[in-house]
């Protein structure tokens, strides 16, 4: 009994809102712009990572594409696809 009181959500006073329907719009609008956000952010990582891949093909990932030295490994483990070593990255 108790077990099915707790999975009724009108016995949730943060549940019994009025104004919960037009919330929601807002909720979902605001959703909408973020996941448009996190899409180009993807993408932008896609092409980021697809890059890196195929640095890694021609044996070159790891080195900086502008002055060509090594990123170095720290660098590496924090961002896989960093393409410029931290002095280079400081630059642009
Ligand atoms: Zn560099």
Known sequence: ??????????????????????????????????????????????????QALKRIDDRSYGLCISCGKEIGEERLRVNPAAERCVTCESMT
């Open 1 to 50: 009994m108790n077990a099915l009181k707790l999975q009724d959500p009108f016995q949730d006073p943060d549940h019994a809102n009025d104004n919960a329907a037009s919330d929601t719009e807002a909720n979902e609008e605001a959703g909408h712009d973020r996941i448009s956000a996190i899409l180009e952010e993807l993408s932008k990582q896609w092409d980021v990572t697809e």
